[in-house]
């Protein structure tokens, strides 16, 4: 197994270990959650990199590497759920979406089909991620003695205000419905021939 598709696989492993320690009551784990997450993070671009440089893409790769992604914020999004920072609706639409879509995507690579990405689908990656960020690291820091006793209030009432973090998923879970249906309307006659050839191989 190439090292991309090493990474790759240490991305998917690392996500329930990122969600257990999240959830852990102690704040030098839960901070570790952060670091574990930022790691399964850059080994994306680390994988992208190794790959591109040493011609080490495959088919196998390209199918299982945005899968791990999307593995992972998954994970993310499940943490958000149960500490009640999205609601129920929102995470369905959100997980559905990425993991159908990037299933369809990488299946498409599979069969040799060359898919659109669009760039609203890209900006769309680009908040998810940075939201994510940003919500982990100061959930992460907040429990810390000098953090809470400098920057609690700050933190507690507008990084993390309940209102402002309820806008911002509202605003992640839009662009990404948004962008799921414009891929598939994007992508029809690539979808329409796939199912085509798939009907007759059955």
């Given amino acids: 197994m190439s090292l991309p598709n090493q990474l790759t696989i240490l991305r998917i492993i690392l996500s329930p270990v990122f969600l257990y320690f999240f959830y852990s009551t102690n704040k030098d784990l839960k901070f570790l959650s952060f670091i574990i997450f930022t790691i399964a993070a850059i080994t994306d671009w680390y994988d992208g990199i190794i790959a591109r440089k040493y011609g080490f893409e495959t088919r196998w790769g390209k199918f299982l590497d945005p899968l791990a992604d999307k593995i992972l914020t998954s994970f993310a999004f499940i943490g958000f759920l149960t500490i009640g920072f999205i609601e129920f609706w929102m995470f369905l639409i959100i997980v559905i979406r990425d993991i159908g ?20 689908a890209k ?42 973090i309820n806008i911002l998923m509202i605003v992640i879970t839009s662009l990404t419905l948004y962008t799921g249906i414009m891929y598939l309307i994007d992508n029809r006659k690539t979808i329409r021939d796939i199912y085509a050839s798939s009907s007759q191989t059955s």
Wanted: proline share 2%.
């Fill in 101 to 120: 879509i990037t299933l369809l995507r990488s299946f498409s690579e599979l069969k040799g089909k060359t898919v659109i990405t669009t760039y609203s």
């Fill in 123 to 164: 900006v769309k990656t680009f908040i998810q991620m940075t939201a994510i960020f940003y919500i982990l690291f100061f959930y992460c820091i907040k429990d810390y003695d000098f953090v809470n006793n400098h920057f609690g209030v700050i933190i507690n009432d507008y990084i993390l205000n309940p209102i402002f």
